[in-house]
């Protein structure tokens, strides 16, 4: 088994039909597998054990996710937005490699022996091989992928997903050539993200056309749309959430005529936003898609069917389940207590999941499986009795105040629904009496008013004094990471100096 | 010739053209057949006659399964024979809706 045969499969069926689109590029199915091989080729002849890469999206993007698959070496997709020195450590972590990178990015890389260096063109140019690689490794067991984690709460781990997880994903949730010839989906997804690599393999199984666009802008995503007739799109929440203030702001008509599906994952969604976008675009399918980089990406979809029951329902049980990720696609679900016992319907606890896509290893580090197969994700969450998974943050920002978990997630809905506030979030600040107490960055509306204490008596008069921010900052902005995860470590340190600061 | 059929495990057509890869199989030994002769590892080579009772022909991106449904094969590769668990044909599993995020 090698993920190489979701190209060959999609090159047999529909050699001629567009893979990928960028800008003026265009390349068939049957153009990029001959890249790939082309490039496998190269790679095997060089003797590195791995195929990174530092660039943008561009149709190198998934000629290198099949060239390393065919060559049989990893495929490694680094982080641009990282400093000089982070990415030469992580480099470091992945001798020899062929790294395809471009004459910007190349700039940050100190030369090294076990690194050879390819610009995208060159590598896009290589001489045309015969089918003689064309026969990959079987072996199931053999890493396919390996990504750094966004190291938001430490030193990047190295997470491995072998062939066998990514294609049980495939085949466990797309149905082969199920896309339509004038069907297209624009991925805005940072290449070095798991939505960016499930989007490449997705897109292949399902013979469809992958737009891409490097740089995301509201106004270039709708002109995108619009121009290659794009009838799927997948985004983070905050990339919508542009989206949405982009068309209300302007007035822009909300016309794109050929999109019947929205995807959104990679982060929490507004309810507002989600609710804003459905009345936006009423034709169009909304999926919510919660996954993991060590799940092989989705494991649980809220789909177009459930979010318009959700929206149209009185009863707040179904309404609620806007909120939520949906349910266990191809996968088991379960939720435990800090001792392991499972939890019922409505009891919040930790996110278990278990499946052949699930590889929940790191390099090194080893699987983190326990015995009978469950991985545990570190997202906190509760499933409703119909099985609707609904999160509550990572267990790792739980604020452990006087021995009482609390959630920075009610806290900050509570806030979030005062009119002038515009963003917020709660971390935990050392405290001498509580060990752990609540403290709130806010930031407002621009032209929004709210004293410490209204915003206090809020949280205080709908959950309960317990819960009540100790101490509440307000912040022009907050700290986000590229695809919209909110920076808690760094706000947690900015905090704690403050307030320390302050008491002094 | 009886063989383990493991998920992910792929196997090529000694008559025609198709490939298939497992994605759930029975434990135990079994024959895999296609136009009626047993199937090959995807490296090895071998001959035989496609029997006309096993020529319907497979497609590429189908799954196809055994009567209770405990064996699953998806075709990589279209060919002309039809597949078969020892000498009882395998059939095109209807398409469900699977939980697709795209």
Redesign the interface.
């Known amino acids: ?1 090698n993920i190489s ?1 979701i190209l ?2 999609a090159a ?2 529909f050699g001629d039909r567009v893979a990928v689109v960028s800008g003026e590029q265009r390349l068939s199915y049957a153009q990029l597998r001959e890249h790939a091989l082309s490039a496998a080729a190269y790679l095997r002849a060089s003797g590195a054990g791995y195929l990174a890469l530092l660039d943008v999206a561009s149709p190198a993007t998934p000629v290198a996710i099949f060239a390393a698959a065919y060559a049989g070496v990893p495929y490694v997709p680094l982080n641009y937005r990282l400093t000089a020195p982070e990415l030469n450590a992580l480099v470091a972590r992945v001798a020899p490699a062929v790294l395809v990178t471009n004459a910007e990015y190349r700039q940050l890389l100190t030369p090294h022996d076990g690194m050879q260096l390819i610009d995208r063109d060159a590598f896009m140019a290589l001489p045309i091989a015969g089918d003689e690689v064309a ?1 990959p490794d ?1 072996d ?1 067991r053999a890493v396919a992928v390996q990504l750094f984690t966004s190291g938001t709460t430490g030193q990047p781990k190295a997470a491995i997903l072998r ?2 997880n990514l ?2 994903y495939i ?8 896309a339509d010839e004038a069907d297209a ?1 624009v991925v805005t997804v940072p290449p070095y993200h798991i939505a960016g690599i499930s ?1 490449v393999l ?2 292949t199984y ?1 013979c ?1 056309r992958m737009v891409q666009l490097p740089n995301f802008d509201p106004r270039a995503w709708l002109q995108a749309m619009r121009s290659e007739n794009v009838s ?1 799109a ?1 985004l983070v929440p905050t990339m919508l959430g542009r989206i949405v203030e982009h068309l209300d702001a302007s007035g822009e008509a909300p016309a794109l005529p050929a999109l019947r ?1 929205l ?1 959104y ?1 990679g982060g929490k969604m507004p309810l507002a936003t989600i609710e804003r976008a459905m009345q936006l675009f009423p034709q169009v399918g909304f ?1 919510n ?1 919660y ?1 993991l980089t060590e799940t092989s ?2 494991i649980a ?1 809220l ?1 177009p069917d459930d979010h318009r029951a959700a929206a149209a329902s009185d009863d707040p049980r179904v309404r609620r389940r806007l909120s939520s990720v949906g ?1 266990a ?2 996968v088991e679900i379960e939720i435990r207590d800090d001792e392991g016992r499972v939890l019922g319907a409505e009891d919040a606890g930790m996110v278990y999941v278990r499946g ?1 896509q699930v590889s929940g290893e790191y390099q090194s580090l080893g699987s983190q499986l326990d015995a009978d197969g469950w991985f545990p994700t570190k997202d906190r969450g509760y499933l409703d009795a119909d099985g609707y998974l609904f999160l509550d943050g990572r267990a790792d920002d739980v604020i452990v105040r006087g021995g009482e978990n609390i959630s920075p997630g009610e806290i900050e809905d509570v806030l979030l629904a005062h009119p002038a506030v515009a963003d917020v979030a709660c971390v935990a600040i050392p405290d001498a009496q509580w060990g752990e107490a609540v403290a709130a960055a806010v930031v407002l509306h621009a032209d929004g008013v709210a004293s410490v204490a209204e915003l206090q008596e809020l949280v205080r008069a709908r959950l309960r004094s317990s819960r009540v921010p100790q101490a509440v900052v307000f912040r022009d902005a907050l700290p986000y990471n590229e695809t919209g995860k909110i920076l808690r470590r760094v706000i947690r340190q900015e905090l704690a100096t403050q307030v320390a600061a302050a008491a002094a | 010739m009886a063989t383990a059929l493991k998920p992910g495990s792929r196997f090529k057509s000694a008559v025609c053209d198709t490939q298939v890869m497992v994605v759930k199989a029975p434990a135990g030994e079994h024959e895999l057949c296609c136009g009626g002769v047993a199937m090959l590892a995807p490296t090895a080579s071998g001959e035989g006659a496609l029997d006309a009772n096993f020529a319907s022909g497979t497609l590429i991106g189908k799954r196809y399964v055994n009567e209770d449904e405990s064996l699953e094969l998806l075709c990589t590769k279209g060919g002309q024979g039809s597949l078969s668990l020892g000498a009882t044909p395998l059939d095109v599993k209807q398409a469900k809706q699977l939980p697709s995020s795209d």
């Open positions: 088994m045969t060959d499969m047999e069926a026969q079987e199931p062939h066998e294609m049980s085949v466990g949730t797309v149905e082969f050539a199920a989906i989007a997705s897109s399902a469809r799927n997948f599906a995807a994952g999926t898609a996954g990406s989705t979809v789909g349910r696609a191809a052949p």
